[in-house]
């Protein structure tokens, strides 16, 4: 009863990452190999204003990036199957 929406909810879109197969190789030990394909998608951030008393207050809330899912850069690195060693999520740039 003390707050009121200030408009409609947006949306803010996080970027993704696709790749076809075979985008970027890697080699190990002489053995090249071509990396698989890749669609990654993150997950958007909601944003909503709301008056409160003659005052305007803009919550963003987030879902941070899954720490279970790797991007190219993690595949090109052969880290795509170890976990972080700072343990904050795979694919942070």
């Known amino acids: 009863?003390?707050?009121?929406?200030?408009?409609?909810?947006?949306?803010?879109?996080?970027?993704?990452?696709?790749?076809?197969?075979?985008?970027q190789t890697r080699e190990k030990d002489g053995v090249v190999e071509q990396s698989p394909s890749y669609e990654k998608f993150q997950r958007h951030s909601l944003v909503q204003t709301f008056s409160i008393n003659d005052e305007k207050l803009t919550v963003v809330v987030n879902h941070l990036k899954s720490k279970g899912s790797g991007c190219i850069e993690d595949w090109a690195e052969f880290n795509e199957n170890a976990e972080p060693a700072d343990l904050q999520g795979k694919c942070n740039a």
């Open 1 to 23: 009863a003390r707050i009121t929406l200030d408009g409609a909810a947006k949306v803010i879109a996080t970027p993704e990452q696709h790749a076809a197969e075979g985008a």
